[in-house]
């Protein structure tokens, strides 16, 4: 069977503007927020333990955030860089295009100071180590390893099932909206339909969130998890320490010298 010329041309999209069609104007800004929230994000391999990764990374910005060293802002400089280097392609542009996003909000608050006081040279040096920080550690972490990682800092199990429970609805209902507005996107073709999908969409969202909600009690109860967290068996390694007790010492360092 030969399809007609017309359903074989293609037309470029032109989305309806107008209050009625905000979402679906905005779907793909929404499709890259939810990215983030990934739950299944490429994993980089790591010579540290979970937990030791956070102290690094809090030590670590406390260090640059008390520093007046230009040497040692340099070094740590360097070690970050090299950290970053050595990441895989996808994984290192992921690192740092989300550099540039944790980047953009500071300059934006501290342009008038800096057009006209001129601003400090170390602050503006700080900024991009601690965004460079962050940045790494958000990208090559997975959920399950920073639960695992506030666990062993003696976080309450009440605190880990929330932040649990709240990225998987986030992720759960982000793809369910997602869906949605394609499907009322694809009807709103061939005429002038006015869709009042505001209230629609949410009722039908809350909907599913109950829905959900008896499922995952359910899911849970069979799997007799009771909201424990079992603390991690793998412990610190030599590595580990040596890592904590030099940025520890360096950081006692800068305080006895004044910074």
């Known amino acids: 069977m030969i399809l007609p010329d017309w359903m074989s041309e293609e037309r470029p999209v032109v989305t309806k503007v107008g209050r009625n069609n905000f979402l679906i104007r905005n779907r793909h800004h929404l499709e890259a927020l939810l990215q983030k929230f990934e739950t299944h994000p490429l994993k980089v391999a ?3 333990h979970p937990t030791a990764k956070v102290l690094l990374l809090f030590f670590l910005l406390v260090l640059v955030g008390i520093s007046r060293n230009l040497i040692v802002l340099w070094i740590v ?3 970050l860089g090299a950290g970053v280097a050595f990441l895989p392609h996808s994984v290192l542009v992921r690192t740092l295009k989300k550099t540039v996003v944790l980047l953009i909000f500071p300059l934006v608050l501290y342009l008038p100071h800096l057009l006209l006081s001129g601003g400090q040279s170390l602050f503006l040096f700080r900024l991009p180590l601690i ?4 940045a ?13 990682a506030l666990k062993g800092l003696h976080f309450p199990d009440l605190v880990l099932l929330q932040l649990d429970i709240t990225i998987k609805y986030i992720d759960v209902f982000g793809k369910q909206l997602m869906d949605l507005l394609k499907g009322i996107e694809a009807r709103s073709f061939g005429g002038n339909h006015r869709f009042r999908i505001g209230s629609n ?3 039908i969202l809350y909907l599913k969130a109950i829905r959900y909600g008896e499922e995952l009690t359910q899911a849970m109860e ?7 967290y079992v603390k991690s068996s793998q412990s610190f390694t030599w590595k580990d ?3 904590l007790i030099g940025l520890v010492a360096v950081i006692l360092g800068q305080i006895m010298l004044g910074g």
């Open 131 to 134: 965004a460079v920080a962050i």
């Open 136 to 148: 790494y550690y958000s990208v090559t972490s997975t959920i399950s390893e920073m639960l695992v």
């Open 201 to 203: 969409i949410w009722g």
């Open 222 to 228: 069979a799997r007799c998890f009771v909201g424990e």
């Open 241 to 243: 320490w040596l890592a």
């Open 77 to 79: 400089a360097l070690f």
């Open 46 to 48: 790591s010579v540290f």
